[in-house]
Nanobody
């Protein structure tokens, strides 16, 4: 069974940085696009950034100057480096990946990791 496990969330002061990680495990043939989403309390889940297997990236316009997505294909892991964090970045951050298994290609979600930006 495929699992995505996020880590790296926590409490950080405004202006600080955090690096989130998300590792995929299980029997997988390949991992295509990986992504980060976030959901603030009472709001919908929004796309933060995506990265293809060959490293092409795409960002939400408002975040591209502060956030960087990357991946290590050998470790089946995607990262999100977040700099100059603001209180409005407070949210649960979710990892998403398009993964091909013997059951076909499906989207998988992690359980989420809380990021709180507060002084």
């Amino acid at each position: 069974q495929v699992q995505l496990v996020e880590s790296g969330g926590g409490l950080v002061q405004p202006g600080g940085s955090l690096r989130l990680s998300c590792a995929a495990s299980g029997i997988m043939f390949s991992i295509n696009t990986m992504a980060w989403y976030r959901q603030a309390p009472g709001k919908q889940r929004d796309l933060v950034a995506t990265i293809t297997r060959d490293g092409s990236t795409n960002y939400a316009d408002s975040l591209k100057d502060r956030f960087t997505i990357s991946r290590d294909n050998a470790k089946n892991t995607v990262y999100l480096q977040m700099n100059s964090l603001k209180p409005e970045d407070t949210a649960v951050y979710y990892c998403n990946a398009e993964i091909r298994t013997f059951r076909g290609t499906n989207n998988y979600w992690g359980q989420g990791t809380q990021v709180t930006v507060s002084s």
